[in-house]
């Protein structure tokens, strides 16, 4: 720890006198931390005003080309304050805490906005950010079209009616997949889709026995997952999903990486693209 003392001391040292004065409340030089605030920025057509986000920005395309400043959930603090934000807006998942403590020690203005996956949640999110921005109207002419978009889309069946499915992430060696509280969980209730996984929160690991045991119509996934598998049949064939009945009828949803796993402004195309990849099979053939 004593290297990052240093490049902490360091950073400090090498900010213009008066810096933290002077950005305070400056919403040009923005850092946009979380994939759902900075895909809200550009949404709101403020993407011009950021000069760095964190990896998990990754749409739209712009904003990949944007320098960055770590994961969400490890920021780098020499990244942030080296850039001289007058504005950090970031998801209340973005850490480690004592990283954020650090930068409004140096001066830095934070906003932390909530990431819970609510709908509540999502337009205070995109309200506060819109405000942050000085364009309160627009943040409200954007709830509301996502309200009318979320109010349009048809009823769904009788609960018992719903197919089931297992929401996966593989990234390397590691399987895991989406309980209660997040996103993926989240955006399949509303789409009329049962989550497997009951009783347990956050993403875990799962075993190939209680996979097959569990039965799921569907696998939903990512392109990521899918990539980082070498393509679906590779995807399909492991070991803790192959025994599943929607490996081998090849039940699988792939969806946009941030569109189904942050919970943001896209959330009604999410649904809509959910309902009609799981609802369109007979699930009594």
């Not at 950073?11 to 895909?39: H, I, M, R």
């Not at 400043?69 to 004592?98: C, F, K, M, N, T």
């Not at 499915?165 to 060696?173: E, F, K, P, R, T």
């Not at 995807?235 to 803790?240: D, E, P, R, Y």
Request: one cysteine or more; glycine letters at 8%.
């Amino acid at each position: 720890m004593q290297w990052r003392r240093r490049g902490l001391l360091m950073v400090a040292l090498s900010l213009p006198w008066g810096w933290a004065k002077a950005k305070q409340g400056d919403a040009k030089n923005v850092v946009s931390v979380g994939g759902s605030v900075t895909e809200i920025v550009f949404a709101l057509g403020q993407g011009d005003r950021l000069i760095a986000v964190d990896l998990s920005s990754v749409y739209p395309p712009e904003a990949r080309a944007l320098p960055k400043v770590g994961y969400y959930r490890d920021l780098s603090v020499e990244g942030v304050a080296s850039l001289h934000p007058g504005l950090v807006i970031a998801s209340d998942q973005s850490g480690p805490p004592q990283a954020l403590q650090r930068l409004r020690d140096l001066g830095v203005n934070i906003l932390v906005v909530p990431d819970a996956p609510e709908v509540s949640a999502l337009r205070e999110r995109i309200l506060k950010i819109a405000q942050a921005l000085s364009v309160p109207q627009a943040g409200e002419q954007m709830v509301a079209n996502m309200d009318e978009a979320l109010g349009k889309l048809p009823a769904l069946p009788d609960g018992d009616q719903w197919p089931t499915a297992l929401s996966v992430m593989a990234h390397g060696n590691s399987v895991l997949v989406a309980g209660a509280g997040t996103a993926a969980d989240a955006i399949m209730q509303l789409s009329g889709v049962r989550n497997v996984i009951q009783g347990q929160k956050g993403y875990k690991p799962i075993s190939a026995e209680a996979a097959a045991a569990l039965a799921p119509d569907f696998i939903i996934t990512t392109p990521l997952s899918i990539q980082a598998q070498g393509g679906e049949e590779r995807f399909l064939a492991l070991t803790s999903l192959a025994g599943t009945p929607a490996a081998k009828a090849r039940r699988l949803v792939v969806m946009d990486d941030l569109m189904y796993l942050s919970f943001g402004p896209r959330l009604a195309e999410a649904v809509t693209k959910l309902r009609e990849q799981c609802h369109r099979y007979d699930q009594s053939s």
